[in-house]
């Protein structure tokens, strides 16, 4: 222990050390150091001010703010969580970091970080600290957080997504399991809406829900830009993708090509589709409803990961969340202190098993948390994190990919090949097109 | 040897000094809110900044691109579309309900304060309600032509291209008649009996009041608040933006979403402003066009 000394203890007092006993920390053997908490020494009279998105489960804001007082009442520094409509908060963190105030503490979506990264404080030693004492954190994880060698963002998770479908629905369909390849994925959506119960697939601007567009397109070998962000989408792999996208669509539920993010959950637990692409709030909100009828359909409920296309390796993408620190903060001690604190072990599994494991988490430790087997249905969200590809696939993250992403060109690519508005070719050359100017940095 | 006028006495006295100091504040205001966001934008258009970076000065080139770019050339289509589309119909049934308002009717203040109601609902509040209305799944507007036996399965009022457009217009028109009619009703308002009486007893009809005595009576207010219709309903932002997100396939899109969309979401300040800015000739067309043509002397 020579090299944490009883000065250093005093030093940090209510300090991130102190939260990070919480986990043990101080207590470590020498051999284990690295694993030590960061020496977080909290500004005198700190406050933070937190923007995070609104919760989809109710459990999680819950425990949420439960850590959060246990932070308070550990450390002494007073934390306020505003919540925002989760498309919201990343405009918001784009006009705190122009006018450089704002929350000291912002939880995004994406890769928000790679926009502002030199206006963020440098998170690499709690992320550090983090990744040797939980296993390491899931590949994904560094091409969102990491710019260079230094950590600009602390992964949080993601709001995974899983094939959500009516177990009864696809065995009458003829599949006693779930398909894990693209033909007999598109099979099953043929089957299903010849036996009137259709599946349903957002194509509209739909951030969230929109994403198993990327999955298509990946699943085919089709990507927009290689890794050296030159754009490649216009390519025969995004071809076939998008004819598949064509023979899929007449077989969806009529709409979808208006389809925002909340549609599909209406129409699910409506009982007018039986396979989407949800996060596990479908389930839950069948699960915990008063009503007697969602209750018995939460039963029949089941998930599944996205079918593996011909790249023969999993393409999901998912909402990828993470944390992030502005410089203009006057407490970014405070502010990674609160940040190390909620992801401890102490603090994480509670939350997301409170969430009943809706974002799945980014250290590979936390797959041993007891949410993913106290109900078998959660099992495949565990894996979200580590099956899925970032958005900018295979090349960078940062301004380009961001654009492109909340420019919808791929959903816009995929929805106007499905509808027949353009051909798969005029479709991906239009793409191609956008993306070129999106990539001219 | 004039009389010695204090100064205060001729500084309160002198109109230029006090002109100057009474508009200050005004001047002020608009310089910090109105010239000094628009120079900005009229700057950042020029310029390739993205959120979080500086730009560089590219003169043309967010200009050039866009007048390539098919999903901005659709944009103004729809825009142009929305605008004129809204505004006639608004500009019709707002004068037929400002007609209607201006009879004699039983709880006549009750019904005109009824009638603002659209108006006064948030507008996002509004577009939630029509979101749920237009639902390819649980319209209700589908549910009932389904319960009449007129249609066999629901519309697809967002999912369709044009449906979609139609829907969005109707959405705004809802909207903005309340506006119209009021501000129409106001300009009947201030018409004098006598001239309708004149007019009577020189042997016109209804028609030949309303084309000869109300039109060009009302023509002042009707060229005001037809321009502040085109300005509003050319901006529009929220409808959209809660209703359809501009899809589908980029549909719905007016260049204020698009402009959002890819200046704020997409963080490309320069080319979100260019978009932004290329709205400005169509508004000074469309006011002037408006706003000129009314107010010829003839009708005044």
Redesign the interface.
Known sequence: MSDFTRRDVLKTTVGAAAVGAAGGGLLLPKHVMAQQAPNLKIEKGAKLRVLRWSQFVQGDIDQWMANTKKFTEKTGVEVRIDRENW?DV??KA?VA??VGSGPDIIVDFFDSPQ?????LVDLTDIATYLGNKYGGWFPVCEKYSMRGKKWIGLPLGAAGACMVYRKSHVEAAGFKEFPKDMDGFLKLCKSLHDKGTPAGFA????VGDGSWTYWLMWAFGGKMVDDKNNVVINSPETIKALEYAKELYPNL????????DP?NN??FL?G?ISLTNNGISVYYAALKSPDPKLNEMAKDIYHANFPVGPVGHPTELHLFSQSYVFKYTKYPNAAKAYLLHMMEKEQYEPWQSAAIGYVTHPLKAYENNAVWKSDPKNLPYRDTVKNMLWHGYSGTLG?SS???L???IVN?MV??AA?G?KTPKEAAA?AE??LQ??YR? | MPPHVPLWDRVRDNTLFLTIVFMAPAGLLLLVFLTYPLGLGIWLGFTDTRIGRPGVFIGWENYASLLQDSIFLKSVFNTVLYTSAATVVKFALGLWLALLLNRRLPFQAFIRAIVLLPYIVPTVLSAIAFWWIYDSQFSILSWMLTKLGLIDQYIDFLGDENNARAAVIAANIWRGIPFVAICLLAGLQTISPSLYEAASLDGANAWQRFCYVTVPNLMPVLSIVLTFSILFTFTDFQLIYAITRGGPNNATHLMATLAFQRGINGGMLGEGAAIAIAMVPFLILSTAVSYLALQRKKWQ
């Open positions: 498309p990343s405009p784009s970091a122009n926009l502002f990264a030199d206006k194509l509209g601007n739909a539920i009529p709409g979808t090509l208006g389809w925002l549609n209406k129409a409506d007018q301004y961001a654009a492109a909340n420019d919808y816009n929805a106007q509808s508005s239009e097109k956008r100017r999106v940095v």
